[in-house]
């Protein structure tokens, strides 16, 4: 019987197409291997086979023990593996894109560049966020006064909503505890969104660093979606939490988190809105082409193939 260090790797035609796969599978508190050409979840309940070929991304929870032979199988087949806390609240470590394909890393990097587009993106995200406003005149310095006082505005108007007293932001990085209750809220909802948001974007194979509305840091582009979020998700769970109670306001904070971004679909939604923004044709993704499919740049924006010898080529 063939071992399976000496199985062939499969060719990127046989591989299922990304469109046709589960887009986020998460596992947690359990052991994975590799049984043929399936993951195989072990824990006190039982095994559960997983044919690699389905999965799009396998996002690892706390107390997930992952085998040499099951990565190299999920390689194999194209999934991206992403190390998360639990209920893919935080984003800890990555390994491959989801795709194949850098059409949509491109895409970024192209819009990025130019500063006009650079400015329609970012007012492609202020509008995701307050769809009742035409943001299409405003310049960034408009951009980024308004989005304050939208956001101003969202926590006075949430944290009356929940009864909850509201002296406004005050968050002093590495002292969590030095706010009240309901500025401790935030701060974890918040830092809950970001882990969310560089889970997904690692996932696609995105630029974290190129940023539309932040700039200078290496999660740039992480931090842009993680506020498309704030003010339908984090602020108002932040503050029905704190309202409820003061005691672990943190710890209850993430796991409220966890559990809205599980009812609202969350990180498929990630991924249309990061595909939405990026790309010109959304429905037409290339990132759903399955093959490797390498070209060589040439000049006047001409991609030719690769794979032969050039030197005889009439250029």
Known sequence: ???????????????????????????????????????????????IHIPSATIGTLLLGPGTRVTHQAMSVLGDSGAGVVWVGEQGVRFYSGGRSLTRSSALVEAQATKWANRRTRLEVARAMYRMRFPDEDPSALTRQELLGREGRRVKDCYKREAARVGLPWHGRRYVPGEFDSGDPANQAITAATQCMYGIAQTTVAALGCASGLGFVHSGHELSFVLDIADLYKAEIAI?????????????????????????????????????????????????????????????????GIEIESGYNLAEEPW
């Open 1 to 47: 019987m063939s071992t399976v260090g000496k199985r062939g790797a499969s060719t990127p035609w046989e591989l299922t197409r990304s469109g046709d796969r589960i887009s986020f599978i998460y596992l947690e508190r359990c052991i994975l291997h590799r049984e043929d050409n399936a993951i195989t979840a072990e824990d006190a309940d039982g095994t």
């Open 236 to 300: 108002p769970v932040a503050m029905e939490t704190a309202a409820e109670s003061a005691e672990d306001v943190g710890s209850r904070t993430r796991r409220a988190i966890r559990d809205r971004v599980n009812e609202t679909g969350l990180l498929n939604r990630c991924v249309s809105d990061i595909k939405n923004l990026l790309l010109d044709e959304p429905d037409d993704d290339p990132t759903g082409d399955p093959t490797d499919r390498v070209t060589l740049q040439s000049d006047h």
